[in-house]
């Protein structure tokens, strides 16, 4: 019942900055907590960042001083401003949502990604 698209992703020279966007859109009744993950070739996907419908945010250790997660209830539209990026986050960034339909139930929803890639 939820389509996520990302979008920002791109090239970047190390140090530089990019704004990544997701935006969740369909027949949900409520969109909860949205999220994004990243997988670099050959490892694991990893949680970046989280946001629940409040605002409170999580950022992972090794990005936390960095990236900075937000999101917009009203368009249904979480950013990831990542700032001084390192050759180490060059993967694939995932929108991902957690939300409930008519019926009340939960269900996570994933996005095809976006490719980021920071040159040294």
């Known amino acids: 019942q939820v389509h996520l698209v990302e979008s920002g992703g791109g090239l970047v020279q190390a140090g530089g900055s990019l704004r990544l966007s997701c935006v969740a859109s369909?027949?949900?009744?409520?969109?909860?907590?949205m999220a994004w993950y990243r997988q670099a070739p050959g490892n694991q996907r990893e949680l970046v960042a989280r946001?629940?419908?409040?605002?409170?945010?999580t950022v992972a250790d090794s990005v936390k001083d960095r990236f900075t997660i937000s999101r917009d209830n009203a368009k249904n539209t979480m950013y990831l401003q990542m700032n001084s990026l390192k050759p180490e986050d060059t993967a694939v960034y995932y929108c991902n949502v957690l939300a409930r339909n008519s019926g009340g139930v939960s269900r996570a929803y994933w996005g095809q990604g976006t490719q980021v890639t920071v040159s040294s």
């Open positions: 369909g027949s949900t009744v409520s969109i909860d907590t």
């Open positions: 946001v629940i419908r409040r605002g409170s945010t």
